[in-house]
């Protein structure tokens, strides 16, 4: 199940990444960088943490050292122009879809193993910290 869950969290973001190259702008690179950054808390806060496997912690490391690099390339796609900024999204796709394979044929297997009380939990976790937005209202307030 939570394996399911961040496996489509990565093709959402593949699709962002998509459109920006496709049609650069700002607000898709806004949504690119706001879900590649809480992608990456969560597993690096709460997912990697529920790793028990010492077969997987040099996988993690390298996992954990590519979203520093890739949240690098991002913070330089916001201050590039013209054709770079193309460029460098595309590099940072080349990337995100080899670390993208190298979790959901690693740590997200795992995932699998945990219990679905265990993977409530973690997905409990993303609720807890989750902000709706600033003007929202309950439907009956709307």
Same mark, same amino acid.
């Given at each position: 199940? /939570? =394996?399911?869950?961040?496996?489509?969290?990565?093709?959402?973001?593949?699709?962002?990444?998509?459109?920006? &190259?496709?049609?650069?702008?700002?607000?898709?690179?806004?949504?690119?960088?706001?879900?590649? *950054?809480?992608?990456?808390?969560?597993?690096?806060?709460?997912?990697?943490? %529920?790793?028990?496997?010492?077969?997987?912690?040099?996988?993690?490391? =390298? /996992?954990? &050292?590519?979203?520093?690099?890739?949240?690098?390339?991002?913070?330089?796609?916001?201050?590039?122009?013209?054709?770079? *900024?193309?460029?460098?999204?595309?590099?940072?796709?080349?990337?995100?879809?080899?670390?993208?394979?190298?979790?959901?044929?690693?740590?997200?297997?795992?995932?699998?193993?945990?219990?679905?009380?265990?993977?409530?939990?973690? &997905?409990? %976790?993303?609720?807890?910290?989750?902000?709706?937005?600033?003007?929202?209202?309950?439907?009956?307030?709307?």
């Amino acid at each position: 199940m /939570l =394996s399911l869950i961040l496996t489509l969290d990565h093709r959402r973001i593949e699709e962002l990444v998509n459109i920006f &190259i496709d049609n650069p702008s700002i607000y898709i690179y806004n949504e690119i960088r706001r879900s590649y *950054i809480n992608h990456v808390y969560w597993e690096e806060e709460f997912l990697f943490k %529920e790793v028990k496997d010492s077969n997987l912690l040099p996988i993690i490391k =390298s /996992l954990e &050292i590519e979203h520093g690099s890739m949240w690098m390339i991002l913070d330089k796609i916001k201050t590039s122009e013209g054709e770079s *900024i193309r460029e460098k999204m595309e590099s940072f796709m080349r990337i995100l879809l080899e670390h993208d394979g190298a979790e959901e044929g690693s740590v997200y297997q795992y995932l699998e193993s945990l219990t679905e009380e265990e993977q409530a939990k973690l &997905i409990l %976790e993303e609720i807890k910290i989750t902000t709706p937005p600033a003007n929202w209202k309950c439907k009956a307030l709307s």
